[in-house]
């Protein structure tokens, strides 16, 4: 007769092992996952502090750059305001039409009359351009001819600024072209202007100085006084010859 031994104690013993083997894991699992998820959020708090920081520097370091380019634009725009010539010292980019040459000109007359009502200015009324009463420019000169209405035009209004209030001649010489030494390339024009007016010493003095700071570069050439025979008028007590040359630029 045979006997069947039972197996009921070591399926118990075998399970309740296999049971706390997988309550170890389990716990360690879940020790694992709740200390990953401590670390990533370490991680993203790290993370958060460091792009605030860096978005701060960041800011600061966009504030301190936007100020020194200010302040670079700034330091570049006085520079070249010294530097860059006033677009009154360089040649007409478009001269217009040698047909409306004569009509400019006559607005700079008129102008030049209803600025001076008050000190009764007197000028020569072609204003050193006698030869176009019954002449126009060529297109070639028409250019130069214009920069010296402007030469003119500027002139005339520095000495109204300065209470001269006559001009007893106008006469312009031949224009130069300057180059450096060795050089082809023109730097710039001279443009030489013969004025003959009246004035006091005064008015003499204060348009000198304000020849210097002109929004064209003026240079005197040629300076004749003497005594002036429109004293008793009332217009000053000197007659002036003056050579003043406009450099402007291409």
Same mark, same amino acid.
């Given at each position: 007769?045979?006997?069947?031994? &039972?197996? =009921? &104690?070591? @399926?118990?013993?075998?399970?309740?092992?296999?049971f706390?083997?997988?309550?170890?894991?389990?716990?360690?699992?879940?020790?694992?996952?709740? $200390?990953?998820?401590?670390?990533?959020?370490?991680?993203?708090? !790290?993370?958060?502090?460091?792009?605030?920081? &860096?978005? @701060?520097?960041?800011?600061?370091?966009?504030?301190?750059?936007?100020?020194?380019?200010? %302040?670079?634009?700034? $330091?570049?725009d006085e520079i070249t305001g010294l530097v860059a010539p006033?677009?009154?010292?360089?040649?007409?980019?478009?001269p217009g039409d040698p047909l409306?040459?004569?009509?400019e000109l006559y607005k700079v007359q008129n102008k030049l009359k209803e600025d001076g009502k008050s000190v009764n200015f007197e000028f020569p009324f072609w204003l050193g351009f006698d030869k176009y009463e019954h002449d126009i420019p060529t297109a070639a000169d028409l250019p130069l001819r214009v920069k010296q209405l402007d030469i003119i035009k500027e002139a005339g209004t520095?000495?109204?600024?300065?209470?001269?209030? @006559?001009?007893? =001649?106008v006469e312009f010489g031949d224009i130069?072209?300057?180059? =450096?030494?060795?050089?082809?390339?023109?730097?710039?024009? !001279? +443009?030489?202007?013969?004025?003959? +007016?009246?004035?006091?010493n005064e008015n003499l003095i204060n348009f000198l100085h304000t020849l210097t700071i002109s929004d064209i =570069?003026?240079?005197?050439?040629?300076?004749?006084?003497? %005594? $002036? !025979? %429109?004293?008793a008028e009332g217009k000053g007590d000197l007659s002036v010859e003056l050579i003043i040359t406009a450099a402007v630029f291409p």
């Open positions: 007769m045979v006997k069947i031994t &039972g197996t =009921a &104690g070591p @399926t118990k013993l075998i399970l309740a092992i296999l706390v083997l997988s309550f170890a894991y389990l716990i360690v699992a879940v020790y694992q996952v709740s $200390s990953l998820e401590k670390s990533v959020e370490h991680k993203q708090k !790290e993370l958060e502090t460091y792009q605030k920081d &860096g978005l @701060t520097k960041l800011n600061r370091e966009k504030v301190r750059l936007e100020k020194q380019l200010k %302040a670079i634009e700034s $330091s570049y006033n677009p009154k010292s360089r040649m007409s980019k478009d409306k040459f004569k009509e520095l000495m109204l600024n300065n209470k001269i209030s @006559t001009i007893a =001649a130069k072209n300057i180059s =450096a030494e060795g050089g082809k390339d023109i730097v710039y024009k !001279e +443009f030489p202007l013969k004025i003959g +007016f009246v004035c006091t =570069a003026f240079k005197v050439d040629y300076m004749k006084l003497k %005594a $002036s !025979e %429109a004293k």
